[in-house]
């Protein structure tokens, strides 16, 4: 089944706080407006210790599920990602798998404001080039890290994407944090 339009949306942590929550509320809307085919909801199990059980893509899909107003037909979900890398790398694994893609589907991705740039490169990367797609991309006004430490991030990544062993390293730093959190 191809879809006409698609919604991925990158997680980022399961402490439920504001920022959060007026993330989400974005997804929301956006569904509510334009009534997607698909929603992709990514993240894994990045505070293991404080959140056991819960992934980042549970956690949003439970809240966005309950408001929306029109459910799409796929609601899909990747739970392994710890990374960007693994979020993008991961819903492009989905699209693939269930053939959602033709050349006349929208792809929307959903992401915090500072990391836009960082996740347009890996839409572009692992996704749009393959897909001879064009991908939007959709911020909430919120800031995880500083915009300076989030170039360095999108250039580590960068790198990671083009030496598969960086992109498996930061995955192990990512994985062995998320033990401790």
């Not at 929550?21 to 404080?50: A, H, M, T, W």
């Not at 993008?88 to 893609?101: E, P, T, V």
């Not at 929208?106 to 996740?119: H, I, Q, R, S």
């Not at 919120?142 to 580590?156: A, G, V």
Request: glycine content about 4%.
């Amino acid at each position: 089944m191809t879809a006409k339009h698609v919604v991925i949306v990158n997680g980022y942590g399961c402490n439920w706080n504001d920022e959060l929550r007026g993330y989400l509320d974005c997804v929301v809307r956006f569904c509510n407006e334009r009534l997607p085919d698909c929603l992709i909801f990514c993240g894994g199990f990045s505070q293991r210790k404080s959140f056991p059980g819960t992934s980042e893509a549970l956690l949003m899909y439970q809240y966005v599920i309950l408001h929306l107003t029109v459910k799409p037909l796929m609601i899909l979900g990747e739970q392994d990602s710890l990374t960007a890398i693994d979020n993008i790398s991961g819903a492009a694994r989905i699209l693939k798998k269930f053939n959602l893609f033709s050349h006349d589907t929208k792809l929307t991705v959903f992401c915090e404001a500072t990391c836009a740039l960082k996740t347009d490169l890996l839409v572009r990367h692992f996704i749009c080039r393959r897909a001879n797609i064009q991908a939007n991309i959709k911020t909430a006004s919120w800031e995880l890290m500083s915009p300076e430490k989030q170039i360095i991030s999108t250039l580590y990544d960068w790198a990671a994407i083009k030496i598969p062993l960086l992109a498996r390293y930061w995955r192990w730093k990512r994985r062995r944090r998320a033990e401790r959190i």
